[in-house]
């Protein structure tokens, strides 16, 4: 059959949703030979999906802007474009799928519902997705959730679809397996002025991550411990807050922000790095931490949402609006090396757990299933 992919949400600048878009196309791609995909995305992203097999074709179709697009995808993709290029099944694998699509299959990947209890920590422009996704639920003959938290989310904030809705697990990239030489991590570290041992967050500069309380917490424990925080991300909104809470900390000479990072070089900071802090205060599943599960850096993280269910064992969890908690089992991590052996040695058996492959199997799966609705 024709599977088509709107991929038109993959940005330049990835996060988690574009990160999953790639992983799961490439994984399809290696399982999947008998049927064709056409995958719709923007001119300015199509090369980020390169060398894909004869049965795959990228079509370069979608607007760049997000109203546009989200118009585009509500209307001109289902009832002109997949129409012309004969496509049976839609696969929308970020939040977005067409209200009507006669004549095919709609498949939908819902990530969090972050926007439903947590509207306060996004701008007014955004909440427009909780309609967006309500619809989405609704109107598509199969939801995939990438967790059993963001399925529970989903039947208690938009319905009781629970006949329609599957639980696959996302993974992490297996670049994050490999281990990188001694002298590539101190290039990365000497690029961005690291000098001493660090403790690493990587994610976008929102408020739902939760910043603010990870710098207030290792205020409180700087003068202790050896290690600098280092931030990776690019901004999100209303970013500013956290530059000025790190002037108001004063902490400024221990902070290093390094701005958005190619992906090349993600795997070094998190080899670099003696723990990973992701105190967010919501997660429908967390690609970054397990990012640092599969280098084997031990993760901190906050003990609400996805996270533990998908980090386990590997992680230690802390309260994330407990700021005093995030710095005492910070601290306590930072200078018992047996508290952090620990938890890497659980790192192998929780990411053992996760496989792309595995996920575009039970992906292909849900494709077949609206086949026979």
């Known amino acids: 059959m024709n599977i088509g992919i709107n991929a038109s949400a993959l940005s330049a600048q990835k996060g988690g949703a574009s990160f999953y878009i790639l992983n ?126 963001t399925k529970d989310d989903i039947l208690k904030y938009i319905g009781p679809y629970e006949k329609k809705i599957s639980v696959i697990h996302e993974a992490a990239d297996v670049k994050f397996l490999d281990e990188p030489a001694i002298e590539e991590i101190a290039a990365v570290k000497k690029k961005y002025k690291i000098n001493r041992e660090y403790v690493l967050f990587i994610g976008f500069l929102e ?68 723990l990973f802090a992701f105190p ?20 901190l993280a906050s003990n609400n949402s996805a996270l533990p269910e998908v980090l386990g064992d590997a992680a230690a969890y802390v309260d994330p609006y407990n700021t005093e908690e995030i710095a005492s089992t910070m601290r306590r991590l930072l200078i018992s090396e047996d508290a952090l052996s620990e938890l890497k040695k659980n790192c192998g058996t929780v990411r053992a757990k996760y496989c792309w492959q595995k996920a575009a199997r039970e992906t292909l799966e849900q494709f077949k299933l609206t086949m026979n609705k």
């Open 24 to 149: 799961i196309v490439n994984a399809l791609a290696q399982i999947d030979s008998d049927n064709k995909y056409f995958i719709f995305t923007t001119k300015a992203v199509k090369e980020q999906f390169s060398n894909l097999p004869s049965n795959f074709k990228v079509i370069p179709c979608a607007p760049s802007k997000t109203l546009p697009r989200l118009l585009w995808e509500l209307t001109f993709l289902p009832l002109a474009v997949c129409k012309k290029y004969k496509i049976r099944v839609l696969f929308s694998p970020n939040y977005t799928a067409p209200l009507f699509h006669p004549g095919l299959r709609s498949v939908v990947t819902i990530h969090d519902l972050s926007f439903f209890p947590m509207a306060e920590y996004y701008p007014r422009s955004r909440r427009i997705f909780k309609q967006i996704i309500r619809l989405s639920v609704k109107f598509s003959d199969r939801v995939i959730s990438v967790s059993h938290f």
């Open 207 to 274: 408020p739902r991550k939760n910043l603010e309380r990870l710098l207030c917490a290792y205020s409180m424990i700087k003068d202790g411990i050896e290690h600098d925080l280092v931030v990776v991300g690019g901004q999100g909104w209303w970013y500013e807050q956290t530059y000025r809470k790190v002037q108001e900390l004063g902490i400024s000479d221990r902070v290093i922000f390094t701005g958005y990072v190619e992906d090349c070089e993600l795997p070094l900071f998190y080899r670099g790095a003696s």
């Open 280 to 299: 967010s205060l919501y997660e429908g599943f967390g690609i970054a931490p397990l990012e640092s599960v599969y280098s084997g850096t031990p993760v």
